[in-house]
């Protein structure tokens, strides 16, 4: 079954595991274990089937507050649309949960947002998505977004740098309180460790973003590896000083 992206969910003192598997309805597709028991017992899981008789390719399941996130291939139950790669959920204290929901079908029609680097931020759920639309003066169009249960919504109203995420990264943003790390590019100065700090909760949700600039001018210092550990946020990268190359960094979170 090739099971990947396993997720304890404990709520009311009962533990549940989510789980993306290979299934007899389709490959990649969300599966809950309710109950564990030795041996092979069908009644003691669900399968979230969202794609019909197709691979719904579910992947970076993420927990935030009674819901469970995720990226995956559907459809609209009415019309019967292909709305390609998006994010969805599950209600983990709905008494069934068994019908997984589209949040909002962010790039409209078939070709799909491609949802990735889905974060928890202190309870906030943080993403990066491409609505298909490019802002002028920017090399992609990938932009960041909050979710919660009532939809989805642009962090920034236009893309600000580029490369927030390289093709196949799922890895989620490095975090420290209500704030989260990334590298990401844009012709001022180049490649650099940036930072977004979240106020507010819900639609009401907003956040200031900061650029570091470790190696001064347009080279940029091409940060990478980066990571949270007890307040503080690790990364690599290279200011540029001939007697230094690539080494670590740190800096209060």
Request: proline share 4%; no cysteine; hydrophobic share 35%.
């Amino acid at each position: 079954s090739n099971p990947t992206n396993l997720v304890e969910v404990t709520e009311g003192g009962s533990s549940k595991l989510y789980l993306v598997a290979d299934t007899a309805v389709g490959s990649s597709e969300v599966v809950r274990i309710d109950t564990f028991t030795e041996g092979f017992d069908s009644t003691k899981f669900t399968v979230f089937n969202l794609n019909g008789s197709n691979n719904a390719d579910a992947s970076q399941l993420t927990y935030v507050g009674g819901q469970l996130y995720f990226s995956a291939i559907g459809t609209t139950p009415s019309p019967a649309n292909n709305v390609g790669n998006e994010l969805y959920r599950i209600s983990t204290t709905a008494p069934s949960g068994t019908t997984p929901t589209l949040v909002a079908d962010i790039n409209p029609g078939s070709g799909g947002s491609n949802p990735t680097k889905l974060t928890n931020v202190n309870g906030q759920l943080v993403f990066v998505a491409s609505d298909g639309i490019n802002a002028s003066g920017t090399i992609d169009d990938l932009n960041l977004w909050t979710a919660d249960s009532t939809g989805a919504r642009k962090l920034f109203t236009t893309p600000f740098v580029a490369n927030i995420a390289e093709s196949g990264d799922t890895t989620p943003f490095a975090v420290a309180g209500n704030s989260f790390f990334f590298s990401g590019t844009n012709d001022a100065i180049g490649a650099e460790l940036r930072k977004v700090t979240l106020s507010g909760t819900g639609a009401s949700t907003t956040g200031t973003f900061t650029s570091y600039d470790i190696l001064q001018g347009i080279g940029g210092s091409s940060p990478r590896d980066i990571t949270a550990i007890g307040g503080l946020i690790y990364f690599v990268a290279n200011n540029g000083a001939n007697a230094n190359g690539n080494e670590p960094w740190s800096i209060l979170g």
